[in-house]
């Protein structure tokens, strides 16, 4: 049961580059979301999906853009990387957002660092 | 503005005994609350997830409770292992939007052997 799995689990970029973050979940849950988390700050919300089909703004989205591609795939994307970006990228799903009482389960994150 | 404080910072205590790790918010009007592990280098793993309506929640050697009234909730670890050293966090969910979900920094625990 593999759950929630990202890739690459590991990236370098330099200023200005692009790249995609990619999630996959298998246990067939509605709602997806990517958090970042960097050291003291706790985990903040990027971006989510409650539902195939639509996507919202969390806490910190600037920079960033999400394509809900399926019921399974959730991606991230950077168009042009910032040092403020270097983080580490965790995916989560859970099975409902609207009634809330479901657990996150989380992916083993992206260590991205942006030179 | 909800805030999700988690004190101490890290912990470390000898292995077999209990210990309590603490979780504080502001707002007493959250949905539920969950409690996570987090191995070095790994995601989040959910430990426990307390409703709004409950007191609390036990799973093994573990027990989270909850008192929305004063804002806190705690973990209880039972016979402390050096396997349970890892970062611990609470989150609380605000409302029903996935949205709605703020994070402590986390206790990072270390169980001496």
């Known amino acids: 049961n593999a759950g929630v799995t990202q890739t690459p689990k590991f990236q370098v970029l330099k200023t200005g580059q692009s790249m995609t973050l990619q999630c996959a979940q298998d246990?067939?849950?509605?709602?997806m979301y990517w958090y970042r988390q960097d050291p003291g700050m706790g985990l903040r919300l990027i971006y989510y999906?409650?539902?195939?089909?639509?996507?919202d703004k969390g806490e910190v989205p600037n920079g960033y853009n999400v394509s809900r591609l399926n019921k399974r795939e959730f991606s991230l994307r950077l168009e042009s990387a910032a040092p403020s970006q270097t983080s580490v990228y965790f995916c989560?799903?859970?099975?409902?957002?609207?009634?809330?009482?479901?657990?996150?389960?989380f992916g083993n994150g992206t260590r991205l660092t942006v030179t | 503005k909800q805030e999700v404080t988690q004190i101490p910072a890290a912990l470390s205590v000898p292995e077999g005994e209990n210990l309590v790790l603490n979780c504080s918010f502001t707002?007493?009007?959250?949905?539920?609350l969950q409690w996570f592990r987090q191995d070095p280098g790994k995601g989040l793993t959910s430990l426990l997830l307390i409703q709004s309506s409950q007191r609390e929640q036990t799973s093994g050697r573990l027990n989270a409770s909850l008192d929305k009234s004063s804002g806190r909730s705690t973990l209880y670890i039972a016979a402390s292992q050096p396997g349970d050293s890892a970062t611990y966090l609470c989150a609380v969910r605000l409302g029903s939007s996935a949205s709605k979900i703020i994070f402590g920094s986390g206790t990072r625990l270390s169980i001496r052997p």
């Open positions: 999906s409650a539902s195939e089909g639509t996507t």
């Open positions: 246990m067939n849950h509605n709602s």
């Open positions: 707002d007493s009007a959250i949905y539920n």
């Open positions: 989560a799903s859970s099975e409902l957002a609207g009634w809330g009482n479901s657990p996150l389960h």
